[in-house]
């Protein structure tokens, strides 16, 4: 079975196999451009009536710049993937999945037309960005399915164009090894949409760190601002011009005009824009004569450029990282080649850590078609951890883990049991620490979500069982089930934002189709008790709401159950410090009979004789030199 | 063979009548068998002998019992009953019943006792003798001292089994028996010799069926000899066509690795001219579409441009000039990737 590389991307679109010229030669890449012009398949669907018209033919027809939906023609499909409500093109609703099936079926019948022998195209790695959610990733395999084309694999697009760049190398193996621990960026800016990956090479794996896009600076934006720079330039010239007066067919030939003149100018310092008959006029505002040189390109687009080149410091920054600890920057994306980008990035980079190949257009569909070749599989980028009632985490699903191919699964289940069910509920926080591989004291986490489960209320502590299992399937969807096992409740969530690494190793794991064995859940089991004693205490960033989790692997974890009630049910256990804290809080003073909250807020006089507190007028006063520095904090903690 | 008698039974012409009314001791040696009134079953007696129960006879016991008056009447009989049955008796006890018979007709004067071993043609003598004892008057013949002399002779291995038959036969002549007469499994010469009562009614059947055996004995023979010579024939043949087979097992292995590996350089081959197809249709289509592309995008966009400049009134001449050189530096682009590999 012969797997292709499908870049279903936001503009263009491109299949690639893997082919071998003639005997002896190494094997490369052959990209399956358009028969027509030999560019990349635009994503773009127009409904001529009900028949739908998919690619260069459907894009001619568009007289508008941007992403979504121009009448009957829809631009990119792909950004409307995971939506609940339907797509409005021209008063037909149509779902996403539907519009997207029509673009898959159009490129998988020209790969077919092509008759290349033993290529059924029927199975691809399919390249996703970064952003795309679980939900997404579901209708898109759902699309495909329509289409006859089954998902082998999802690889993020910047991974892919990484792969890609690398394995078209003579010594990639060796590079690969170089990079280990080492940091990568790839700057993808394309036509809708500018992506910003950093990615690392870590223990075999293609991880990526952090992601940043803007949605704002497309290659479109530029033709935009062109084109009314060109307008603008026009109207100067001829102040009667009347731009309501357009001539037929005239914007998207002012258009395809302007995005000439961007290209022409990467290699020519002017040019000169003619557009015939863009206004129904007689006059000499008829014809359209405007002369662009790069410099002005360059000022109408500076903020665009700019904006797009701050990018980079805003994820360094955020990386907490330098320029220079980027090993290099791979840039992709029809407007790398723009002058003032690529003098933006060379300015960073400098030329040696700057690859700007020239396959840029249809490398992330060559990384595709590689990492089907050489059998690649995506792993669990970081830990899926979950909360214990120590404060620290537990690592559910580790990091590394390779991840599920097309009709697999994998699961792991832990019995767990909750240390105070005095609520009645029982409470798991599910994360992962901020970057890969930092998961120690202190380290920055990101929650994916929190499920609470109805317990047994009377139960003593430890003692009701409750099931958690988590299954993630192949379109990366991580499925989160809890089970109370005297209360009987059921509660289940997804994780659709799961972080994941290609593995470039090839190493492989055990899946399971259906269900694991009892011997595999054991060594799970065990795996994550060897974990809970490795545990790490963990910090959230500031703001973040934060679970006090009740729930332990142990059923003999009494240290974590809450000081006060422990002796009720463990009269011989030793308390822990935080435990006799606890205790003390709520036990009321055997003088005043009030419990230590009250007595350290309003003091209390019979305590204060002892030596033990404040007196009423001392709390008084101190609460009144609070109030004094603090006024605004102080009446939010009055008012709370 | 397979027709072996039953024990024999005691010789019943010799019993006192009122022998049987009371039962006596059983002998317990050699010298009481023979001075017994009644005769014991000499098979039983000869089991006992080997049990230890009888004594060893000693020389002085044999003589004794061979100088007893009633040699012909008493002791031949019960000795040749013991020397029927002597294949229960151990070594030592068959030597000593086949020293008492030789003793017994070395002193009734038939044998020498310190001669060499009788040839055949001396036992056919001393059997004549026995039969038919010297003197004008014919004497009647003396059977049990026959049989004694026959079994000594056997088991001494003076007479070979046909030798101890052929004896027999010239003891108790017979009519010959015409072919049809001839009866299968008859008894073997030793079954005869060994175990039939020395009466001519009983010898002489037996020595038809036994000639009758000779002839299918011998036919059986020259069979087996044949069907030896059959299978050694036949064995050589299997031996021929098993290397045969081995060669050809081999040949077949040897053809199944070459059609393997045939297979595997026609997969390949297969796998290449594959490759090669894509390859060049890719290469076909890659060329097309680039040329179409450059031809009907932007040559034909430039060209396009350039005629309406030149059309425009006033003539845009700038982009006329502009959109050629595009065009020409397009041209010259795409021949430069035509020329390349």
Redesign the interface.
Known sequence: MAIFGLDFGTTNSVAT?I?????GQPEKT?V????????PHPSVVWYDGAQPIVGRKAKSQLRELGLGVFGDIVRSPKIFLGSPIPINVSGVNRWAVDVVAEILRFLRNDALS??????SFDHAVFTIPVSMLGRARRELREAALKADLHVHQFVHEPLAALYGHLRGQQDFKARLAQLQDRLALVFDWGGGTLDLTLCKFSGGTLVQVLNLGDVEVGGDRFDLRLVEFVKKRHAEQHPNADWSLLSENAEPRLI??CE?AKI?LSE?EE????V?DILAVSGPER?L?V?LTRQELDQVTRDLVHRGLKCISRLLDAAGIPPAAIEFCLATGGMAAVPAIRQGLLEIFGIARLHDPANAATVISEGAAWIAHDGLRLRMAKSLDLLHAGDDHVAFIHAGTELPAEGKQIRNALTMYSVDPRDGIAKFQFSRSKWPGRDFAGDERLTYTTLTLDVDEYARPLHERLEVEVKIDHDLIASVSAQSTLRADYQEVEIHDLEFGLGLDGQSIDEVDEEDSSEEKESLHSRERTDFAQAKAVSLPSGSVRVRSNVSLSQHAWDLVPGEIVRKYQSDHRLTSKQREEAGYYMPCCLCGRNIHFIERDGCERCAERGLSLSTTEAASRKAARRAAAPAALDVAQSI | METLPPESPPPQQSLPPDSLKKVAPPPASLPEYFAAAKISNPRAFLKSFCKGAVSIPSNDDLRAIVESPDIEKCIAPRLVCLLQNIQVASETIRNSLLDLAELLLSHLGHIRQDADSPSLSECRAIASRLLAPGGRKPKKLQPDLFGCFLLLAYHRNWLTPPDAVALLDFAFPVQRTKKSQIVENGPGPEDMVLHTPLKKTQIAPLLVLNRSWTIREAANEKLLRESQSQISELTERVSELSATKADLNSRVESLEADLREKDTRISELRQQLDDLQTAWLHRHDEMKSRIRGFLEGELTRWLQNASEAADADPPYLPVVQQRIRSSLNGIQSQLQWLSSD
């Open positions: 196999i082919g071998r010229p003639s005997p052959l399956l451009t358009s028969k027509e012009d030999f560019r092509r008759n290349y022998p033993g290529q395809q005009a000439g022409d020519n040019i000169d824009i003619f015939k014809d004569r002369k």
